[in-house]
T-cell receptor, first 116, second 111 residues
Framework: GAVVSQHPSWVICKSGTSVKIECRSL??????MFWYRQFPKQSLMLMAT?????????EQGVEKDKFLINHASLTLSTLTVTSAHPEDSSFYIC????????????FGDGTRLSIL | LAKTTQPISMDSYEGQEVNITCSHN???????ITWYQQFPSQGPRFIIQ???TKVTNEVASLFIPADRKSSTLSLPRVSLSDTAVYYC????????????FGAGTRLFVKA
């Protein structure tokens, strides 16, 4: 149980385009989802906290107009990287916390984004 | 959010027991301690979670002293496939376990 699916797992696109990444909790409901970014050989960096039905909370230094987050249901959150540039290339990972009980975050398998 | 500190790297041999200690001096009363394993190009995978004393599951044990300012992940009889980065996270269930990742411990298991 407690599976989080991310799609796509890998995307290459041209500079200036927008890319949407989906994060779904497949077998549980999640009031809260998190988005992280990870550069090679580094740890995960929290970008934002996504709460169902409300605006996301962004960490300091993360541009909310650049990284649009939507959490329309208890099983789906999306991250849209708008007008992507090469410096946005990274590994993006989402996680979700079940609404019931003191259960930990469960992570998706990440999305490798490469901007040419 | 509580900050965590772990050794940057550790080496071990197959079949040995590995203990990775994490320091979290400013852990809050409602915080849980959770350990994750991450392989390259994959998301972190849950290993074990605890609040106090000792927790054991089929893959690991977690030891938490009474003051909860540290915790130790114990991996019995590691194999080559346990080579990965291990993260200790501290977070409150009420906040969806929002947490800040530390640098993690890079474990390298040798034959």
């Amino acid at each position: 149980g407690a599976v989080v699916s991310q799609h796509p797992s890998w995307v290459i696109c041209k500079s200036g385009t927008s890319v949407k990444i989906e994060c779904r909790s497949l077998d549980f409901q999640a009031t809260t989802m998190f988005w992280y970014r990870q550069f090679p050989k580094q740890s995960l960096m929290l970008m934002a906290t996504s709460n169902e039905g409300s605006k996301a909370t962004y960490e300091q230094g993360v541009e909310k107009d650049k990284f649009l987050i939507n959490h329309a249901s208890l099983t789906l959150s999306t991250l849209t990287v708008t007008s992507a540039h090469p410096e946005d290339s990274s590994f993006y990972i989402c996680s979700a916390s079940p609404v019931t009980g003191n259960q930990p975050q469960h992570f998706g398998d990440g999305t490798r984004l490469s901007i040419l | 959010l509580a900050k965590t500190t772990q050794p940057i790297s550790m080496d071990s041999y197959e079949g040995q027991e590995v203990n990775i200690t994490c320091s979290h001096n400013n852990i809050a009363t409602n915080d849980y301690i959770t350990w994750y394993q991450q392989f390259p190009s994959q998301g972190p995978r849950f290993i074990i979670q605890g609040y106090k004393t000792k927790v054991t599951n089929e893959v690991a044990s977690l030891f938490i002293p009474a003051d909860r300012k540290s915790s130790t992940l114990s991996l019995p009889r590691v194999s080559l496939s346990d080579t990965a980065v291990y993260y200790c996270l501290v977070g409150d269930a009420g906040g969806g376990f929002k947490t800040i990742f530390g640098a993690g411990t890079r474990l390298f298991v040798k034959a």
